[in-house]
């Protein structure tokens, strides 16, 4: 399964020998950790940093935000915006915080078939008034575990990923010289130096941890920054439902437009591994899905009500010709959690 929030992270804090590390050095540590996830293939070749630089002591003095500089595609323009942003950091003087995040696309294995997430880890480097680095490592998947955050036993995906996990916590110590701190048990694991605990030794905290927190944290999220509404569908269901993928112009999937069959219930479900595209896709739809109430249509006709309206910019599009059916809303959550 793929979450929004972090399933473990390792942190490494980088002193330099003589005392001092320059503010651009966070955007090499970010870069590097990053090609280290990409040699043992679990990041795909390209990925954007975003660059960060604030004032000690005053969070909301930001001097600069470099939110796109393209690494691993090798191409001149991305080069250049890479070294633009460098040199720009390189040109603050005094006590400031740089922080360089990349968010890392990357895939995992299920059965010998690759599986991509849009964020399968992150990556962020800090470089703290000249004189200390830290570089955290976050992932957002499960296939990790010895069982998943649904608590099912899943030996041979564990066995497919997990050793490259291991190898990349490896490389990443010996290239900044020091071990990680893995980070404190959470609601789905506990990370190790060397990867996560065997979470069937004590069992794990939640029986469906996917289901108890994930599920209720991405649909906050996908409602974020919408305006209130006077009324609309409900979005939860215990009854069968019928469902539309929604892809993009390339026909990845974006998520599922859903109404139940005998209930008054209608909503969409991201799919996490699409990343931040799906959850804007998914707002939009939660929007056409008010016109539709406030129409006055009743659930049952929503679907062939969406397939008839002009797609959004940034919304995606219905292309199957006919809804599918799904035993349970639940079901279909961890379908659009899944892969």
Partial sequence: MITTDPIGDWTWEVVPVDGRIHSSRAIELAVEVWSVLASVGVAVPVAEVGVTVRQVGAARDIRLVETAAPVGDGTQAARSALTRAIEQVQDFQGDFIVDARVRCPGVWTVGGVEHRAEQLFT??????????????????????????????????????????????????????????????????????????????????????????????????????????????????TDDAVSYLAVRDDGGRVLGYVWAAQTDNAVGFEPRTAAGEVALEAGRLWIQRLRDAYALGLPASTVLNWLVAQPPLTGMGRITDKEPQECVSLDSLEEESGRW
């Fill in 123 to 236: 990556i962020q480097a800090d470089v703290w008034k000249n004189s200390l680095a830290t570089v955290t490592l976050e992932t957002y998947c499960d296939a990790w575990l010895t069982i998943d955050t649904r608590g099912r036993e899943q030996l041979a995906i564990h066995a497919d990923n997990s050793p490259r996990l291991e190898l990349a916590l490896k490389q990443i110590s010996e290239l900044l010289g020091v071990q990680p701190t893995p980070g404190d048990e959470n609601r789905y694991a506990t990370p190790t130096e060397s990867g996560f605990e065997d979470v069937r030794v004590e069992g794990p905290a939640y029986i469906d941890a996917w289901g108890t927190f994930e599920v209720p944290a991405r649909a906050q999220r996908l409602r974020f920054g919408l305006p209130p509404s006077e009324g609309e569908y409900f979005d939860v």
